[in-house]
Nanobody
Framework: QVQLVESGGGLVQTGGSLRLSCALS????????MGWYRQAPGKFRELVAV???????NYADAVKGRFTISTDNAKNTTYLQMNSLKPDDTAVYYC?????????????WGQGTQVTVSS
């Protein structure tokens, strides 16, 4: 049975930093990509950052230069380092993994973690 567990959300002031973690556990055969999405109240879920199996990354324009996505392949864990946070970054952040594991093939979503940036 696979699991995707997120951690690291919280409340921070404008200009502060947070690091989100997302750990994929279980019997994993291969990972195509891992990424982060966010959904603010009244808005659609949007891509924040994604990292592909080969290491290439893609970022939303709104976070370029402030957020960095990385992975620890040995731990099947992805991280999102968020610096210079703004109130507009307030949202529930969801981890997404596209992988092949025991009993699973395709995309899988985490439960979400709240990030709140106060002004």
């Amino acid at each position: 049975q696979v699991q995707l567990v997120e951690s690291g959300g919280g409340l921070v002031q404008t200009g502060g930093s947070l690091r989100l973690s997302c750990a994929l556990s279980g019997t994993i055969f291969s990972i195509n990509s891992m990424g982060w999405y966010r959904q603010a109240p009244g808005k659609f879920r949007e891509l924040v950052a994604v990292i592909m199996h080969g290491g290439s990354t893609n970022y939303a324009d709104a976070v370029k230069g402030r957020f960095t996505i990385s992975t620890d392949n040995a731990k099947n864990t992805t991280y999102l380092q968020m610096n210079s946070l703004k109130p507009d970054d307030t949202a529930v952040y969801y981890c997404n993994a596209d992988f092949h594991g025991s009993g699973w093939l395709g995309e899988y979503w985490g439960q979400g973690t709240q990030v709140t940036v106060s002004s």
